[in-house]
């Protein structure tokens, strides 16, 4: 599968910014979905995630109430719908999926190729 973010910038604290991620490519079914983001000289970590069954989803402390995820499977498209942006929410922001490539076959995931994200305070 390939995964192609958009959405990032420069925004002013505060404001917000919607991500997109389009998944393409061979998927027999998506297990669950998610936002990774990486400051510089930090570890990456994860933001939220979702299944893509029952749409279970989970966020870090750092961004509850903040940040929504979502997902259009007719679109094959996963959102992160992000406001009150901080400075600290400043970061290369990645998307991941985790799918079985066929009936009976192996796990994989797979990760976009990231879109900067800017808040100036």
């Known amino acids: 599968a390939q995964l192609v973010e958009s959405g990032g910038g420069l925004v002013q604290a505060g404001d917000f910014l919607r991500l997109s991620c389009v998944v393409s490519g061979s998927t027999f079914r998506i297990n669950y979905m998610g936002w990774y983001r990486q400051a510089p000289g930090k570890q990456r970590e994860l933001v939220t995630r979702?299944?893509?069954?029952?749409?279970?989803?989970n966020y870090a402390d750092s961004v509850e109430g903040r940040f929504t995820i979502s997902r259009d499977n007719v679109k094959n498209t996963m959102y992160l719908q992000m406001n009150s942006l901080k400075p600290e929410d400043a970061a290369v922001y990645y998307c991941y999926a985790y799918y079985l490539n066929s009936y009976g076959g192996h796990y994989y995931d797979s990760w976009g190729q990231g879109t900067q994200v800017t808040v100036s305070s």
């Open positions: 979702i299944t893509t069954g029952v749409g279970n989803t």
